[in-house]
């Protein structure tokens, strides 16, 4: 099967990430291209970057293939891999939609004195006339969204969890959050298929009305996410458990007591335990699942200094050490203007060692260790992957501007 390149954007700065997350309906003409996309392609389209940018072996030409992501295609080209944008330069006139970059394409590198530029046209192939390029891509069911070919940003295994899984909330959230009351059977422990009963706060029932939520997801125990300079609680963030669809609200039944009078009797939402991460027992929480969707970004520094501290390695409390593929929740969030897909430098700490020649103690100093992005915000934290990393990383750890 064959399209254009006009027909599927193949021209751009950024890519989708996790496509297997798309609803059949998302189309990627729906997705906007951003002021700050333009302003960048605007001023790079012509130029690139400087030659010395450019990674020591980067290909004068790749075949994109299955499992590749824009992440590593950028550090193949790049030394500093977040300046794809400026790499990846575009005609704005011929392709509106710059999102997706597919399996298949041949991408090369163009040299022009001290710059470089990556395009999907061989050199002289009527890049000056505009002429639509064409990519083949591997045929598709007519069911599939054509974004479900796009390359991912990162590894989405790595991060589709996390996407659904941490959830930050405030200290009386979860509080006032439907709680599991009892279990069919009584069973202390429920798993995947079983059924649940819950009731919600007396003024957030659990019903099943038309535009009521039905899945949720099941939380327990939320730990304080403390800033590790101020100690300040930051949120709380709440270990998932699973899912559960609701199948019955809450309900009074009337029945008669025997007296000639009539007793309403109160009768919890019933739900069916749809999946579990662990054991869900009476006492956790529920909370409506969000809606699945795109997420969209790209690789991309901040625009202004930056300089986080990791506040907790996400999976365990047991863990103490963050390593490579790795999460960790970050002290800065949407408030203090951070936003999906920025790259931070990680830093080590700068251990207190013993001076091996007269035996006093000093204080090394911080190195840069590694790379991390963030993936998913909230107000007052973030949630960023370890790209690499050389030493393991630590709560408390700095994250600045890469260099």
């Given at each position: 099967?064959?399209?254009?390149?006009v027909q599927r954007a193949v021209l751009g700065t950024v890519t989708m990430l996790c496509a297997a997350l798309a609803t059949p309906v998302a189309q990627a003409h729906d997705l906007p291209v951003s002021a700050t996309q333009r302003a960048t392609a605007a001023q790079v389209a012509q130029q690139g970057v400087p030659l010395a940018e450019l990674a020591p072996e980067a290909p004068d030409t790749y075949v994109v293939k299955r499992g590749d992501t824009l992440w590593g295609?950028?550090?193949m080209y790049l030394k500093r891999p977040w300046r794809w944008p400026e790499l990846w330069g575009m005609n704005l006139e011929a392709i509106r939609n710059p999102h997706l970059i597919f399996p298949g394409q041949t991408l090369y590198l163009h040299k022009d004195g001290a710059y470089?530029?990556?395009s999907t046209r061989a050199p002289g192939d009527g890049a000056a006339s505009g002429d639509p390029q064409t990519v083949r891509v591997s045929p598709r069911t007519r069911s599939d969204s054509l974004a479900d070919s796009a390359l991912p940003t990162l590894k989405p295994h790595l991060i589709e969890p996390f996407l659904v899984e941490p959830v930050v909330v405030d200290g009386q959230a979860l509080q006032l959050a439907p709680r599991i009351v009892a279990t069919l059977e009584d069973r202390v422990l429920m798993s995947p298929g079983d059924r649940i009963y819950a009731r919600g706060d007396a003024s957030n029932p659990l019903r099943a009305e038309p535009g009521e939520p039905r899945q949720y997801r099941v939380?327990?125990?939320a730990?304080?996410?403390?800033?590790?300079?101020?100690?300040?609680?930051?949120?709380?963030?709440a270990q998932h458990l699973g899912t559960a669809v609701l199948v019955r609200g809450e309900t009074f039944e009337e029945s008669a007591n025997g007296k000639g009078g009539v007793t309403s009797e109160y009768v919890p939402a019933s739900l069916d335990v749809s999946s579990s991460k662990e054991?869900?027992?009476?006492?956790?929480r529920l909370l409506p699942a969000p809606p699945r969707s795109f997420m969209s970004y790209a690789p991309h520094a901040p625009q202004r200094d930056l300089e986080a501290r990791v506040v907790s390695i996400y999976g365990s409390s047991a863990v103490a050490n963050a390593a490579q593929n790795n999460v960790?929740?970050?002290?800065?969030?949407?408030?203090?203007?951070?936003e999906t897909g920025l790259v931070l430098k990680l830093m080590t700490k700068g251990d207190r060692v013993k001076?091996?020649?007269?035996?006093?103690?000093?204080?090394?100093?911080?190195?840069?260790?590694?790379?991390?992005?963030?993936?998913r915000t909230f107000d007052r934290v973030s949630y960023a992957l370890i790209l690499d990393v050389r030493t393991p990383v630590r709560v408390g750890d700095r994250l600045v501007n890469p260099e």
């Open positions: 099967m064959v399209f254009t390149g295609i950028s550090g470089a530029r990556l939380f327990r125990d730990v304080a996410l403390k800033d590790p300079l101020t100690s300040e609680i930051l949120g709380y963030e054991e869900i027992r009476a006492g956790d960790v929740a970050i002290n800065l969030g949407t408030q203090d203007g951070i001076d091996r020649t007269d035996k006093a103690m000093v204080k090394l100093p911080s190195e840069s260790n590694g790379m991390a992005m963030v993936f």
